[in-house]
């Protein structure tokens, strides 16, 4: 993913780069459950910035998102299921 | 609040009109009282000041008659009523400004006031035939209740008719999925189905005037017959025979709105209902919305004084629960556990409901249901926000709610008279947990853009994020590892910014 816009015009700056990707920003317990999807699927992080960042592909976001809310609703309590059980 | 907004499209839509469209409507008597009627309160008074009086008048003594805290209303009269040109103005000899009533305008409405020369233009009554007052009823609430069911998507037997479907869309109450061809309600249509009802039925009607137009129809023939029917008297039969070529097309559209009826379709008469009176009037007593419990809480606003914004509205619920009168139809009680029962008969008021509640049973006077968040979700992906359905929520709450919130506070209030607390008529934890289904949705926000890296020094570092932070495109950072991302639209400019200052050393 190195665009070919490197900035290699000094020697000094011969490493400096810049990448494309797509920043998402979450809260940490998110965050883990991406990273999660990610030990599974792999490719969708390109680097982990900090606690509450991410840098991942732009085409996975929506796998992101759909993976996430299948996780999320398995934690979700459903009081209707419980009554019709009665 | 909702009588002055609709005031106000009506008025814009009027105002927007070219001026020679204005005069020709203003021929019509009828028409030109049905506008007398939408003017603002002071405008009102100004025209009644001038109509009798053939000569030009001094701005300055129209001035005179208000008093100073009165000048925004005085701006404002006068202004509703350059922008639908019914005044004129023009200076004298001493360069003062003196305005006088349009010409066209003072003739009609003197004749309307009269009952002079109106032209036919209240419609023609045909004495012999008449109409029993219940068919009209039933049959104007069946079609405007076919229509409002169908867009909170009743099941039902019958659907309204094709040019109503058509006007949903135009109007983007409703939108067709492209799969499927199924409409389904918009933000907008919820926000309409709290209309009431005349704010509704002027909604769409404006609608009709903007599709007209596109059909080469006369809007000033159009404009006319709306507002004939709002001055018309209900039980009476009019005649056809009177009416333009586009009038007589229009009749089937109004058929279908149950703005008026006949008994089949070519026949001579047409009978106006109670919907169609309720264009031009201010009299909101008819209970066919959604709303109907708003319109009553509005305004026994204004005779209470109370003073939390959110509280107000409960107040007055209280009102019309101790003055004996029944409670409003569909108050609802909603509990800690999300359960929620609606005490309702209503099929529409269910309707909306079943729009972000789990409904379960259904008993003579009310039906009981649970908020989950399946129904939250549901409610929220067709648009609808969760401060709608909590301000829903909130409004139909029953007296019985408030009271006990009320009650709360008090004690709140004993401990600690300092406490900000508002009044919480609905409970925190519900209410917390609808807008937080809401931010479940955007679990993760994404930002398209660069992330640059690997700096040798800070110093270029701090050259290059401070940049992207003046610039406003710098979206995150971190000094120790010398990183920041840079939004896609900004990059361009940092990558420039980095070439002109790297280069130079």
């Known amino acids: 993913m190195v665009l070919p816009y490197t900035l290699q015009n000094t020697s ?20 883990a459950l991406i990273v999660q999807i990610d030990a599974q699927h792999n490719d969708i992080i390109l680097e982990e910035l900090d606690d509450t960042h991410l840098l991942v592909d732009p085409s996975k976001v929506e796998f992101i998102k759909h993976e996430l809310n299948r996780l999320l609703s398995k934690n979700i309590y459903n009081p209707m299921e419980e009554e019709e059980e009665q | 609040m909702s009588a002055d907004h609709l005031r106000h499209s009506v008025n814009q839509y009027l105002e927007e009109l070219p001026q020679p469209v204005q005069i020709r409507l203003y021929e019509s008597p009828a028409t030109c009282l049905a506008i007398y009627r939408l003017l603002p309160q002071l405008a009102k008074f100004f025209m009644m000041s001038m109509v009798f009086n053939e000569n030009f008048i001094l701005l300055r003594d129209l001035d005179r008659w208000v008093k100073s805290n009165g000048k925004l209303q005085f701006q ?47 419609g023609v009554v045909i004495e012999s035939d008449s109409i029993a007052m219940d068919i009209l009823n039933e049959y104007s609430s069946s079609k405007w209740e076919t229509i409002l069911h169908f867009m909170v998507g009743t099941p039902m037997a019958s659907i309204p008719s094709a040019n109503v479907l058509n006007l949903l869309k135009n109007s983007r109450l409703m939108e067709e999925t492209e799969s499927t061809a199924e409409f389904k309600i918009t933000n907008e249509g919820f926000q309409f189905l709290l209309q009431e009802a005349n704010a509704q039925i002027w909604t769409l009607l404006l609608q009709y005037l903007k599709m007209a137009e596109s059909f080469q129809m006369d809007p000033v023939d159009i404009l006319n017959f709306i507002f004939m029917l709002g001055a018309l008297e209900v039980g009476k039969a009019y005649s056809t025979k009177e009416l333009s070529d586009t009038q007589q ?19 001579q008469v047409f009978y106006p209902t109670n919907l169609a009176i309720m264009l031009t009037s201010d009299n909101k007593n008819i209970h066919r ?39 409003q139809d569909g108050a609802l009680i909603v509990e800690t556990n999300f359960k929620l029962y609606s005490y309702s008969n209503s099929p529409l008021q269910i309707a909306i409901l079943s729009l972000f509640v789990h409904l379960k049973s259904r008993f003579a006077n009310m039906v009981t249901g649970q908020i989950t968040r399946e129904s939250i979700r549901t409610a929220l992906t067709n648009g609808i926000t969760a401060e709608q359905i909590i301000a ?23 401990l600690d008279p300092n406490t900000k607390d508002t009044l919480q008529i609905l409970p925190p934890t519900v209410v917390d947990q609808i807008r937080l289904w809401q931010l ?11 992330l640059y890296s690997d700096f040798e020094n800070s110093t270029e570092f701090n050259l290059l994020s ?25 990059n361009s400019q940092v990558l420039d910014y980095a070439k002109r200052k790297l280069n130079k050393k």
Request: aromatic share 6%.
């Open chain 2, 76 to 122: 404002e009269a006068i202004k509703s009523l350059k922008s639908l040109h019914l005044i004129t103005p023009k200076k004298n000899e001493n360069g003062a400004l003196m305005i006088g009533l349009n010409s066209t305008f003072r003739e009609s409405f003197k004749n309307a006031l009269t009952g002079g020369q109106v032209n036919n233009s209240f």
């Open chain 2, 440 to 450: 479940e949705l955007d679990r993760v926000i994404c930002y398209d853009g660069s």
């Open chain 1, 12 to 31: 000094s700056l011969e490493m400096a780069r810049a990448r494309r990707g797509m920043l998402l920003q979450c809260d940490p317990s998110i965050r």
């Open chain 2, 466 to 490: 401070k940049y992207a932070q003046d610039i406003g495109v710098l979206l995150w950072k971190d000094d120790k590892k010398r990183k920041f991302f840079v939004s896609k639209e900004g």
């Open chain 2, 392 to 414: 829903y929520l909130e409004t139909h709450a029953h007296p019985q709610m408030r009271r006990l919130a009320e009650e709360n506070l008090e004690k709140k209030l004993e």
């Open chain 2, 249 to 267: 097309n229009m009749l089937k559209d109004m058929r279908d709105y149950g703005l008026v009826f006949q008994k089949n379709a070519d026949a």
């Open chain 2, 289 to 327: 919305t959604a709303s109907n419990a708003l319109d009553s809480v509005v305004q026994k606003n204004k005779e209470g004084a109370a003073t939390e914004s959110a509280g107000t509205m409960g107040d007055d619920l209280d009102d019309v629960a101790l003055q004996g009168q029944p409670i």
